[in-house]
Each structure stands twice: as structure tokens, then as C-alpha cells.
Antibody, heavy 121, light 111 residues
Framework: EVQLLESGGALVQPGGSLRLSCAAS????????MTWVRQAPGKGLEWVSL????????FYAESLKGRVTISRDNSRNTLYLQMNSLRAEDTAVYYC???????????????WGKGTTVTVS | QSVLTQPPSVSGAPGQRVTISCTGS?????????VHWYQQFPGTAPRPLIY???NRPSGVPDRFSGSKSGTSAALAITGLQAEDEAYYYC???????????FGGGTKVTVL
């Protein structure tokens, strides 16, 4: 069974840092691009960052560029999101998701984790 | 303001047909980027409902259907059921932003 399990969410003070992890299982992890999506309380979904299967290509939402770094360890089947200079508006549930598609313009998120909660206060 | 525009809410009686629009621009849907739809119940993770404009993952009832034309896409739910009450999001890729974008989400209420 394909599974994604996020961890690392916590209560952190403004200006602090946090590293989120997403443990993957049930599929050849290195063969798939992965992404982070967040959802602030009572709000919609917001794409955060994406990384290619080998880790060589990374993309970031403009609003977060410079404060977050996505990475992956294919030997550990784990995806990461390093977040720095955290602000109150970063408070959200952070989901990792597996991507399917042949090209950027048809990538979609076919498997989602349950999410991990980050609170900046 | 979301790059993809969805109505905040739609409603219908059981058995009715409802549609949710997703309006983009020439840098995303109009540029040929595919549109995908997700369903989310409060307190749970989203799940894929329609991928690449018109395709349903296994397990998704055929009362859900997707379409795309020009700079817009739509999700239709025919034979609306009580368990369809949820939030629905469209998603695509924006070449101008070099990133993936979601609609603001639509709450479907079954009257």
C-alpha cells in the first residue's frame, strides 16, 4: 500500500526554524517527483514546493522562496521541507504528496499524507 | 487571490446536477496545462477526484466528471448525494509563475 507519513510539525516562535519530514512507502520513491502543499486554518490549499525524483530539480512558491528548502533522501525514502524565518502566516497543516504525470503541465497529486501541523506563535 | 478562480459555494438538492467552474488564464489552463480536481472533507487530506481534465481514479463514482475548454475547466456532479458534501479544489500548472496552482476551493452543500 502506498503511504506517506508526515512528521515534524510543532509550535514555534516567529523567526524560528522547523524541518518537516515525509516518510514514503509502497512505491519506488526515487522514481517520482514529490511536493509539499499547505492549508492555513479555514483556508484553501496552497502549493509550497516540488522536487524531482533525483532531487536535481526544485521549485518554490514565490511567497516562500528564500525561506524554505525542499530536499529528499532517496536511500531513506524520505522527503524534507526546511522552513526558516517562520511567520504567523506560515501556520498551517503541511501535506506531502506524490506526483504523477509526464511533464510539469500535467503533474497531479495522486497520493497525500495526513498532514503535520505547524503553528507559529 | 487565487490564480484559478472557483465559486466559493454551490448547492443542490439530492439527485440534482451541480457544476463547479475553474477559470484560469493564458498562462495556465489556456496554455494547455491540464486541470485536476480534489475532494476534501473537513479535517482530512484531499483526495484526487479527476486527473488530466477528464479521468477518474479507481474508486471514484462515475457521477463525477470533468471537462476543459479554453481557459476554463469544470467539475460536474450528477445525481448529487449527501456524501458529496465537501470542498472541491481545481489545480493546474502556471508557466508564468513556474509553479503549481490551486483554485480557492468550492464548498458543495446538499440541501
Amino acid at each position: 500500500e502506498v503511504q506517506l507519513l508526515e512528521s515534524g510539525g510543532a509550535l514555534v516562535q516567529p523567526g524560528g526554524s522547523l524541518r518537516l519530514s515525509c516518510a514514503a512507502s509502497g512505491f519506488p520513491f526515487s522514481s517520482y517527483a514529490m511536493t509539499w502543499v499547505r492549508q492555513a486554518p479555514g483556508k484553501g490549499l496552497e502549493w509550497v514546493s516540488l522536487i524531482g525524483g533525483s532531487g536535481g530539480s526544485t521549485f518554490y512558491a514565490e511567497s516562500l522562496k528564500g525561506r524554505v528548502t525542499i530536499s529528499r533522501d532517496n536511500s531513506r525514502n524520505t522527503l524534507y521541507l526546511q522552513m526558516n524565518s517562520l511567520r504567523a502566516e506560515d501556520t498551517a497543516v503541511y501535506y506531502c504528496a506524490k506526483l504523477r504525470g509526464q511533464h510539469y503541465n500535467n503533474y497531479y497529486m495522486d497520493v497525500w499524507g495526513k498532514g503535520t501541523t505547524v503553528t507559529v506563535s | 487571490q487565487s490564480v484559478l478562480t472557483q465559486p466559493p459555494s454551490v448547492s443542490g438538492a439530492p439527485g440534482q446536477r451541480v457544476t463547479i467552474s475553474c477559470t484560469g488564464s493564458s498562462s495556465n489552463i489556456g496554455a494547455g496545462s491540464d486541470v485536476h480536481w480534489y475532494q476534501q472533507f473537513p479535517g482530512t487530506a484531499p483526495r484526487p477526484l479527476i486527473y488530466v481534465n477528464v479521468n477518474r481514479p479507481s474508486g471514484v463514482p462515475d457521477r463525477f466528471s470533468g471537462s476543459k475548454s479554453g481557459t476554463s475547466a469544470a467539475l460536474a456532479i450528477t445525481g448529487l448525494q449527501a456524501e458529496d458534501e465537501a470542498y472541491y479544489y481545481c489545480q493546474s500548472y502556471d508557466s508564468g509563475l513556474s509553479g503549481w496552482v490551486f483554485g480557492g476551493g468550492t464548498k458543495v452543500t446538499v440541501l
